[in-house]
């Protein structure tokens, strides 16, 4: 299974303040994605890094992929209560053709 | 465009009775997935089709799932008989799948309970 596995489970920050969530993956991958999921809501896409790439932005989100410890970052600058989502990494396999596969998220609380 | 439209938002059933979800993608998509999402096992890959075909159908998870896709701008999940423990949230989801798998576009989601 390319599973990606979040870490950490939740995370409760304050507004204005950094959130790092952490992914790790199991076997070697074609491209990494990362969703939001809000409450009641479909995952919406955010941000794909291929795996010849190590890092990307956009906007406040900023990802980084080591594909030698199989682990990828999300990064939110200056979070808002609007940040307030589930967050998930999935992986699609070195042929590229396989389907996304989901971890079981981190769940991002930011207080105002 | 409207995105992924799923119908039913909301089903409530008693255990034994048939369940038709509905999913039409993007209109120009041409893979279609259908997942399941709950808290204990988070969100599983039921089955996927692409240009219409089922490719891989090994998430489903037994005989009484069954889904189609007739045709490019619809498919169907069916529960035939419903238990209680296949109450979850069904997201149908639909992607542009070239040479490499881009991102996915979801639904908003049924939301099924069996009683």
């Known amino acids: 299974s390319q599973q990606g596995e979040e870490d950490p489970q939740a995370l409760s920050i304050q507004e204005g303040e950094n959130a790092t969530m952490n992914c790790s993956y199991k076997t070697s991958i074609n491209n990494l994605q990362w969703y939001r999921q809000n409450s009641g809501r479909g995952l919406v896409h955010l941000i794909l890094i291929r795996s010849n790439e190590r890092e990307k932005h956009s906007g406040r989100l900023r990802v980084t992929l080591d594909t030698s410890k199989k682990s990828s970052s999300l990064l939110i600058t200056a979070s808002r209560a609007a940040d307030t989502a589930s967050y998930f990494c999935?992986?699609?396999?070195?042929?590229?053709?396989?389907?996304?596969?989901f971890g079981k998220g981190t769940r991002l609380s930011v207080i105002a | 465009d409207a995105g992924v439209i799923q119908s039913p938002r909301h089903e409530v059933t008693e255990m034994g009775q048939e369940v038709t979800l509905r999913c039409k993608p993007i209109s120009g998509h041409n893979s279609l997935f259908w997942y399941r999402q709950t808290m204990m096992r988070g969100l599983e890959l039921l089955i996927y089709f692409n240009n219409n075909v089922p490719i891989d159908d090994s998430g489903m998870p037994e005989d009484r799932f069954s889904a189609k896709m007739p045709n490019a701008s619809f498919s169907t999940l069916k529960i035939q008989p419903s238990e209680p423990r296949d109450s979850a949230v069904y997201f149908c989801a639909s992607s542009w799948t070239g040479r490499n798998n881009e991102k996915l576009f979801f639904g908003s989601g049924t939301q099924l309970s069996v009683l």
């Open positions: 999935a992986t699609v396999g070195l042929s590229g053709n396989t389907p996304l596969v």
